[in-house]
């Protein structure tokens, strides 16, 4: 099976404006969660969709959104990037049956310059 | 709240040598406990977790946990290190009504020393 994708790998914004990174999850998996790394705040937890529908949510401010397609694949959408605001972003799915593992793909390195 | 701690931001070990990582965790009931290992610039992979049961964890590449609720502690060994385990590694932990939402700490970076 195909691992977590997650496109683009890199990315190179300006402060001010918005981006939409996304996530492919493992095939089977209706989870994906979202997680902020930086080398101050380390890895954070975004928000957690499932069957299209957020189903937990983390303390970030509201210019950080997402959603996920009936297909599984999610998006995640930060508006007015700031400079602190880059950092890698992961994503993760995790299988059905309660199994609680996730499985991460490897980030989009966004830079905020 | 939930919160865990891993007192080490820093190992150093030789090759070979046995290797301890310490994780504490604050949580009010039994949570759910996780080692991942991050290699430069890439994702995380799942050593090994613990939800309930036998407290002695296997997980992959030869490490295993050990869960101590008198202690609130889930420390990561391996009896052996091998240059290619040389990467960062988180515990975390989560709760059964929010399993998703993984608390993650602040990581131990392992050097190996030849």
């Known amino acids: 099976k195909a691992g977590v994708t997650q496109t683009p790998r890199y990315l190179i914004k300006t402060r001010g404006q918005q981006v939409t990174l996304s996530c492919s999850p493992i095939?089977?998996?209706?989870?994906v969660s979202w997680y902020q790394q930086t080398p101050g705040q380390g890895l954070q937890f975004l928000f957690e969709?499932?069957?299209?529908?957020?189903?937990n949510k983390g303390n970030f401010p509201g210019r950080f959104s997402g959603r996920q397609f009936s297909n599984s694949r999610s998006e995640m959408n930060v508006s007015t990037l700031e400079l602190g605001d880059s950092a890698l972003y992961l994503c993760?799915?995790?299988?059905?049956?309660?199994?609680?593992?996730?499985?991460f793909g490897p980030g989009t390195r966004l830079t905020v310059t | 709240a939930q919160s865990v701690t891993q007192p080490d931001i820093h190992i150093t070990v030789s090759e070979g040598a046995s290797l301890e990582l310490r994780c504490n965790y604050s949580?009010?009931?039994?949570?759910?406990l996780f080692w991942y290992v991050q290699s430069p610039g890439q994702g995380l992979q799942l050593l090994l977790k613990?939800?309930?049961?036998?407290?002695l964890v296997q997980g992959i590449k030869g490490f295993e946990a050990e869960f101590k609720r008198s202690q609130s502690s889930f420390n990561l060994r391996k009896p052996s290190v091998h240059w290619s385990d040389a990467a960062e590694y988180f515990c975390?932990?989560?709760?059964?009504?929010?399993?998703?939402?993984?608390?993650f700490g602040s990581g131990t970076r392992l050097s190996i020393r030849p």
């Open positions: 095939s089977g998996h209706r989870s």
């Open positions: 993760a799915s995790s299988p059905p049956g309660g199994s609680y593992e996730q499985y």
């Open positions: 969709y499932f069957s299209e529908t957020q189903r």
């Open positions: 949580y009010g009931a039994t949570p759910y």
């Open positions: 613990y939800f309930s049961g036998d407290t």
């Open positions: 975390a932990v989560a709760s059964y009504s929010s399993a998703s939402k993984i608390i």
